[in-house]
C-alpha cells in the first residue's frame, strides 16, 4: 500500500509517512539490528497487545537492548490509538511496532537505548476473515533455518523469509514453507503451521526453530478450550502428504486455510472453526 496521506509514530512525534524519519547510520538498516511486532487492530482495540509486548521484552533482552520503564503494553496501546486515529482508522489495520538500538558505533554498539517507530496500514474488515480460495503452496529448500534463540524472534534480519518469498513469486505460489536444519517443516514466509489429522492438530515445537507466534499461542488455546487436542511435535515433510488440513496463523490474518501442496489437495474444516472462535474472543 502506498505511504501516500498516511502517517507514522517515530519515537512518539506522529508524521508523515513518506517523511525521512532515519539517518543513514541507522543500526536497522546497516545490520537488522532490532526486532518488530506486527499487531492486528479490530473493534478499536490493539488485539493480543499484552502478550505482543511480552514478546518484544523478551526479544530485547536477547538482542541486549535497553528496556526503558515505559515500554509497557498501555504505553505502546495509547501510541498506536495516536496513529490510527490520525490515519483515520475505521474498521481495522495492520499496525507494526519496529524497535531498533540507537545509532552510533558499528558492529559493536556505542549506546543500548531504543528508539521505536510505529506503522499503521487500514485495512477494510474488522473480524478475521477466511480465505475464499486455499492457498497452494510448495517447500522451499534453498536455505535452511538454523536453530537457536534467535530464531523464535521477529528480527529486522528476514533475508531467509525474503528469499522464501522470491521463491514463491518465481514458482506462482501462495506461500512456501520454511525449513530448519534438520530438515523439519517449521513455519511458512509470514506465519506458523498447524498439520490437521482425524481432528488433531500438530505444530511444530518453539525448540524447532519456529517464530514463537503470539497467534500460534492463541490458536492453540482457543482449540484447547474447546475439546480439539493438540500436539507439538516435530514435523517431517511426509505430513503434506498424510494430512487432512494444513492451515498458516499470524496475527493479522488469524488463519490461512491451505488448498493445495504439488498434486496433494486439503479441506478447510477446522480451519473454518478456529477462526470462528477466534472472532468469538476478540478483545
Not at 488485539?47 to 523478551?58: P, T
Not at 490510527?84 to 489495520?93: D, H, I
Not at 509470514?190 to 526453530?209: E, H, Q, R
Amino acid at each position: 500500500m502506498s505511504v501516500s496521506g498516511l502517517y507514522i509514530n517515530h519515537n512518539g512525534e506522529i508524521t508523515a509517512a513518506a517523511n525521512a524519519v532515519i539517518t543513514a547510520d541507522n543500526r536497522s538498516f546497516r545490520y537488522g539490528d532490532g526486532i518488530f511486532e506486527t499487531i492486528r487492530y479490530a473493534n478499536g482495540k490493539a488485539q493480543l497487545l499484552n502478550r505482543h509486548i511480552e514478546r518484544l521484552h523478551q526479544s530485547m533482552e536477547i538482542l541486549r537492548i535497553e528496556i526503558p520503564k515505559n515500554y509497557t503494553a498501555d504505553f505502546f496501546r495509547k501510541e498506536i490509538e495516536k496513529l490510527t486515529q490520525k490515519n483515520k482508522v475505521e474498521k481495522g489495520a495492520r499496525v507494526r511496532l519496529t524497535v531498533y538500538r540507537k545509532e552510533g558505533g558499528y558492529y559493536t554498539s556505542l549506546v543500548d537505548e531504543p528508539l521505536f517507530l510505529i506503522e499503521c496500514e487500514p485495512i477494510d474488515e474488522s473480524v478475521y476473515n477466511l480465505n475464499a480460495k486455499g492457498y497452494a503452496i510448495d517447500i522451499f529448500q534453498d536455505y535452511k533455518k538454523p536453530i537457536n534463540r534467535l530464531s523464535n524472534i521477529k528480527s529486522n534480519n528476514a533475508l531467509i523469509y525474503i528469499l522464501a518469498a522470491a521463491y514463491k513469486k518465481a514458482n506462482d505460489l501462495d506461500d512456501c514453507i520454511i525449513l530448519n536444519q534438520n530438515l523439519q517443516i517449521i513455519e511458512s514466509i509470514s506465519s506458523n503451521i498447524f498439520a490437521v489429522k482425524n481432528g488433531v492438530l500438530y505444530t511444530p515445537p518453539i525448540i524447532d526453530g519456529c517464530v514463537e507466534g503470539v497467534m500460534r499461542q492463541r490458536v492453540i488455546e482457543v482449540a484447547k478450550a474447546n475439546r480439539i487436542s493438540v500436539y507439538e511435535v516435530n514435523l517431517q515433510m511426509n505430513v503434506l502428504l498424510h494430512s487432512d488440513e494444513i492451515f498458516l496463523t499470524n496475527a493479522i490474518s488469524g488463519v490461512r486455510w491451505v488448498g493445495s501442496y504439488r498434486a496433494k489437495i486439503f479441506g478447510n474444516q477446522m480451519a473454518k472453526a478456529i477462526i470462528d472462535k477466534l472472532n468469538e474472543s476478540l478483545e
